[in-house]
């Protein structure tokens, strides 16, 4: 059993159309981390988030952390080929270990 | 700032060797984190190094093993190689436990 699950695990989508990715847990995080990983290389942190209810803007990547801190998402407007990659949420629940999520595997198609 | 570098970066090995991974962190990190990840699959976390100790473990077995030097550097040995051990092993590190994490390149190991 996964710790955080993300969902869709695959999604295939046009250039310019938008997209949101879940991450779900029932454990809840002090903070919950987003990575974009491209292939052969290690993730690479976008965002942090802290607050329950927290929303933050990374260009066309609109990240939400939900208010009881259990879940997260992450919204994709206007999909770009660049934005091709696997999306991984990650977090530490208790101070001990850090889990990732299932991960969801974007391509953006030309 | 150099970020976290790894070597090498791909290794063929057969079933039974041994094999040893290095990592070094970003100047100032002191945490380490190990993590495996098949072909396709998610990140399994492997080891956590802070200070020099061993801070945690997955679920792995104990031919997995590694430590972490003065210098907060890093090696992840393997004994006993498996076919099921072929995977990419990343290796993050952190200015303490509670800080966000960064990645190296990772080491591409394949076992025949």
């Known amino acids: 059993t996964q710790l955080l699950e993300q969902s869709p695990q695959f999604l295939s989508i046009q250039e310019g159309e938008n997209l949101t990715v879940y991450c779900n847990s029932s454990s809840v995080f002090s903070s919950l981390q987003w990575y974009r990983q491209e292939p052969g290389e290690g993730p690479v942190l976008l965002v942090t988030?802290?607050?329950?209810?927290e929303v933050k803007k990374l260009k066309r990547l609109t990240f939400q952390f939900g208010d009881a801190r259990k879940d997260s998402s992450l919204h994709i407007t206007a999909a770009q080929t660049g934005d091709t990659g696997l999306y991984l949420c990650a977090g530490d629940p208790t101070g001990n270990q850090f889990y990732f999520g299932t991960g969801t595997s974007l391509t953006v198609i030309p | 700032e150099a970020g976290v570098t790894q070597s090498p970066t791909h290794l063929i090995k057969t079933r039974g060797q041994q094999v040893t991974l290095r990592c070094s962190p970003i100047?100032?990190?002191?945490?380490v984190y190990w993590y495996q990840q098949a072909l396709g699959l998610g990140l399994q976390f492997l080891l956590w190094y802070d200070e020099g100790e061993e801070r945690n473990r997955g679920n792995f077995p104990p031919r997995f093993s590694g430590r972490q030097f003065p210098n907060y550097s890093s090696e992840l040995n393997v004994n006993a190689l498996e076919l099921e051990d072929s995977a990419l092993y990343l290796c993050?590190?952190?200015?303490?436990?509670?800080?966000?994490?960064?990645f190296g390149p990772g080491t591409r190991l394949t076992v025949l």
């Open positions: 993050a590190s952190s200015l303490n436990r509670n800080n966000e994490q960064f």
């Open positions: 988030v802290v607050t329950g209810g």
């Open positions: 100047s100032g990190h002191t945490s």
